[in-house]
C-alpha cells in the first residue's frame, strides 16, 4: 500500500474514535439534563425513562447521520467530486460539536480547491481552529490563502507558529514550507541554497525529493534541476508519482529530444497527471483525437482537473464531440471564469447537438444574466435558435428574430447580414430550412463557394446600335418647312 493510503486510514481512525468520545459524552449529558423530575409524578417513572429513551435515540440519531455525511463528504472530496463533497456537507446541521469544525475545515479546502482563497481565509478565522488540537490541522492551508493572496506581513507573524505546531508531522524538516515562505518573503539566498546549492540531504529521501522537484517547478528551475538528477539514487526512480514529476519537467524545457523522455518516464503510469503529459505532447503534435483520450483518461481519476478541462473542452468542440463538452463544461468550476460566458458555451454545445429546446430555455436566463443587453455571440445564437423553433410550427417571432439579426449584422457578423436579408423574402425561414426539396437551381453556388474570395469584374457595356446612327435617322424624319 501507498504512504498515502496509510495516512488516510490513520486519520480516518484518528477521526473516528476522538468524535466517539464526543458523541459518549454529549449523551452522557443529555442524560443529565433529560431527567427533569418536577414534571413527572412520583410513580411516573416509567414515562420519564421513555422520555430519556427517545430523546438519547433522537439525538445518538443525528449523530450518526451527520458522522455518515462527514464520511461521504470526506471520501469525495479526496477523490476530487468537489460538487458532491459541497452536497454532503450542507447537509450536516450540527454547528456545536466538533463535527461542524470538521465540517468548516473541508468547506475551506474546498474553497482553496476552487479558487476562492479570500473565503478559504475567512472560515479558517474562526477562533475555534486556534485551539491546539486544531491549529495544526489548518495552519498549512492558512499559509497557502495567505501566499495567494501575497499577505506577506501575517505570513511573518504566522510563519513561526505554523512551523512549530507542525514539525513533529514534517519527514523533511518543513522543507516545501521553508523554501514558499523564503520565495514569498524574497530571500533568494534562502531558495536558492534549498533549491541548488545544499541538497546532499535533500536527495537522500524519496518524498523530499518530490518536494524538491516540485518547487523547482513552480519557480521555473526545471533546466537547472535537470542537470542534478543524476544525483538520485536509483531507488527514487521506481516511485511513479517521481517519474511524473521528472516527465514534466522534460517536457517543460523543450529541448531537442526531451519529449521522448519525457514519454519513457510515465509509458507504464496511468495516474490523471500521466494522462495530462500524454495528452499535453499529443496536442503539441497536433494529434487531437489520441490527446483528447488521454484527457478523458485523466478525467475518470480526477473530474474536477482544470489541467483536463481546459484542454479536452475546445478538443471537443474540434471533434464535434457534442455530449461529451457540455459534461466538462457542468464539470468546470474555476472561480476565474465568467459564469455568463460558461453558460453561453454550453448553449454553443448544446446548439450543435441539436438539443434546440434546451437552448432556448437557457437563453432566456442567459439574456437576464446580461439585462437584456447580451453581446452579438449571443444575439447570433438567439436568432438561429428562434429560427429553427419557428420551424418547428411554434409560434414564430419575425420581428425578435429580425432585431437579433440586424444587431449582430451591425457587429459586423457576415451571416446574421445575409440571414437579415431572406426573412425579408420568406415567410417562414425556419421552415424553409427544414424542407428536403431543391430551393435554389444553381448547384454552383454551394456554401464553400460562398466563402471563397472572388474577383470582381468590371461590367463591359456591348453596344448593338451606335448612337449616332440613332440620331441621324431620327433626323432624316424631320421634314424642315422651306423658307419662303
Not at 206 to 212: A, I, K, M, N, Y
Not at 213 to 225: A, S
Not at 454 to 459: D, F, M
Amino acid at each position: 500500500m501507498k504512504v498515502s493510503t496509510y495516512i488516510s486510514i490513520y486519520l480516518t481512525i484518528m477521526v473516528n474514535f476522538v468524535l466517539l468520545e464526543v458523541v459518549v459524552a454529549q449523551e452522557n449529558q443529555i442524560m443529565k439534563e433529560a431527567i427533569l423530575p418536577e414534571i413527572f409524578l412520583e410513580n411516573d417513572v416509567y414515562s420519564r425513562m421513555a422520555l430519556v429513551e427517545s430523546e438519547l435515540g433522537e439525538e445518538t440519531f443525528k449523530r450518526g447521520s451527520a458522522l455518515d455525511q462527514l464520511y461521504r463528504a470526506k471520501f469525495n472530496l479526496i477523490n476530487g467530486n468537489i460538487k458532491n463533497a459541497k452536497f454532503y456537507l450542507a447537509r450536516i446541521e450540527d454547528d456545536k460539536s466538533q463535527i461542524s469544525i470538521i465540517k468548516k475545515r473541508y468547506e475551506a479546502t474546498i474553497s482553496f480547491i476552487e479558487g476562492d482563497f479570500i473565503n478559504s481565509l475567512k472560515i479558517l478565522n474562526d477562533k475555534r481552529f486556534y485551539e491546539n488540537t486544531w491549529y495544526p490541522q489548518i495552519c498549512l492551508l492558512k499559509m497557502i490563502d495567505l501566499m495567494a493572496l501575497n499577505d506577506i506581513e501575517t505570513i511573518k507573524k504566522e510563519k513561526d507558529g505554523c512551523i512549530a505546531y507542525t514539525a513533529k508531522y514534517s519527514k523533511n524538516d518543513q522543507f516545501w514550507l521553508d523554501t514558499m515562505i523564503k520565495l514569498k518573503t524574497k530571500d533568494e539566498y534562502g531558495v536558492k541554497k534549498n533549491l541548488i546549492t545544499d541538497i546532499s540531504y535533500t536527495l537522500t529521501d524519496d518524498e523530499t525529493s518530490r518536494l524538491w522537484l516540485k518547487t523547482g517547478l513552480y519557480l521555473n528551475k526545471e533546466k537547472d534541476l535537470l542537470d542534478l538528477l543524476s544525483e538520485l539514487p536509483e531507488s527514487s526512480f521506481q516511485s511513479k508519482r517521481l517519474r511524473e514529476i521528472v516527465a514534466f519537467m522534460y517536457m517543460r524545457s523543450n529541448k531537442p529530444g526531451d519529449v521522448k523522455k519525457a514519454l519513457s518516464f510515465i509509458d507504464d503510469v496511468d495516474s490523471a497527471n500521466a494522462e495530462n503529459i500524454k495528452g499535453n505532447i499529443n496536442l503539441k503534435n497536433k494529434e487531437f483525437e489520441l490527446a483528447f483520450g488521454h484527457f478523458r483518461l485523466a478525467l475518470s481519476k480526477k473530474q474536477d482537473s482544470n489541467n483536463s478541462l481546459e484542454r479536452a473542452i475546445p478538443l471537443a468542440w474540434i471533434l464535434n464531440q457534442w455530449k461529451d463538452g457540455i459534461d466538462m463544461i457542468d464539470k468546470k468550476t474555476s472561480k476565474s471564469i465568467d459564469p455568463r460566458n460558461k453558460k453561453a458555451v454550453r448553449i454553443a454545445f448544446l446548439i450543435r447537438d441539436k438539443k434546440i429546446k434546451d437552448a432556448e430555455k437557457e437563453l432566456i436566463f442567459l439574456k437576464s444574466d446580461f439585462k437584456n443587453q447580451p453581446p452579438s455571440e449571443v444575439s447570433i445564437m438567439d436568432s438561429y435558435v428562434s429560427i429553427l423553433m419557428g420551424g418547428q410550427d411554434k409560434k414564430y417571432d419575425k420581428r425578435k428574430i429580425e432585431e437579433n439579426t440586424e444587431k449582430s449584422c451591425k457587429a459586423f457578423d457576415g451571416i446574421s447580414c445575409w440571414i437579415s436579408l431572406q426573412i425579408s423574402q420568406w415567410d417562414n425561414i425556419g421552415k424553409t430550412i427544414k424542407r428536403d426539396d431543391d430551393i435554389f437551381s444553381d448547384k454552383d453556388i454551394t456554401i464553400e463557394s460562398l466563402k471563397e474570395k472572388k474577383s470582381i469584374v468590371p461590367l463591359k457595356e456591348q453596344i448593338t446600335i451606335d448612337q449616332r446612327d440613332i440620331e441621324e435617322l431620327d433626323g432624316e424624319k424631320i421634314k424642315i418647312a422651306p423658307t419662303k
